[in-house]
């Protein structure tokens, strides 16, 4: 099961998407390459995957930056990057992959 933050359900335009290195899905793994599109910049990071128990958290990190951001569930194929330090245990993968994401709320440039 992979844990979601509940989001508002207020429709909001995406200011990015999330998407695989070769622009298209990509594997919920430990260090998975993983860019945020926004228009004509692309902000190069690294997928973390984290277990408590049954519940996984996959945080968005991008490269030479200390924040990461939690992938909270936004609807089907969204996501919003939340600001949060981890919770539960670093592990090598978590529950498959993900299309391309639509990001509802995108981290400060």
């Known amino acids: 099961m992979l844990r979601a933050v509940a989001a508002s359900s207020a429709e909001a335009?995406?200011?990015?998407?999330?998407?695989?290195?070769?622009?298209?899905?990509?594997?919920l793994r430990e260090g998975e390459s993983v860019n945020l599109q926004r228009g004509d910049e692309t902000v190069h990071g690294a997928l973390h995957v984290y277990r408590d128990d049954a519940v996984y958290r996959v945080y968005w990190q991008p490269d030479g930056r200390p924040e990461q951001y939690v992938l909270a569930?936004?609807?089907?194929?969204?996501?919003?990057?939340?600001?949060?330090?981890?919770?539960?245990s670093k592990v090598d993968a978590g529950p498959g992959t993900l299309p391309s994401q639509s990001v509802l709320s995108c981290p400060a440039s």
């Open 13 to 27: 335009a995406p200011c990015g998407t999330l998407e695989g290195a070769a622009g298209n899905s990509f594997a």
């Open 73 to 88: 569930n936004a609807g089907e194929n969204s996501v919003r990057l939340v600001a949060t330090p981890p919770r539960g």
